[in-house]
């Protein structure tokens, strides 16, 4: 089992920033990958970024230029930077962790924390 527990998300102007950040806890030693997602009411979950163990990320193409993550495997944390913000950005932004242990994969994600960019 992994926990997850994020924080950093809430109310900004458009072209501002915001910071997530994300702790796991509990079999940490399987996470393999973490990551953000986010969704909007009535729509699937998207993909943000991940990044691996060793640093390897991968972005979504809307934030691309505009998004980094960063990841501590010390402190079993990964932070988002969200830099000039768009309306569209708007969404519960899920942390992701991807697991496998003796060749089983399984997600865990966390409880959810809303970013509203608005004037």
């Known amino acids: 089992q992994v926990q997850l527990v994020e924080s950093g998300g809430g109310l900004v102007q458009p072209g501002g920033s915001l910071r997530l950040s994300c702790a796991a806890s509990g079999n940490i030693f399987t996470i393999y990958a973490m990551g953000w997602y986010r969704q909007t009411p009535g729509k699937q979950r998207e993909l943000v970024t991940t990044?691996?163990?060793?640093?390897?990320?991968n972005y979504a193409d809307s934030v691309k230029g505009r998004f980094t993550i960063s990841r501590d495997n010390a402190k079993n944390t990964v932070w988002l930077q969200m830099n000039s913000l768009k309306a569209e950005d708007t969404a519960v932004y899920y942390c992701?962790?991807?697991?496998?242990?003796?060749?089983?994969?399984?997600?865990?994600w966390g409880q959810g924390t809303q970013v509203t960019v608005s004037s």
């Open positions: 990044i691996t163990r060793d640093g390897s990320t």
């Open positions: 992701y962790a991807g697991t496998t242990l003796a060749s089983v994969y399984r997600d865990y």
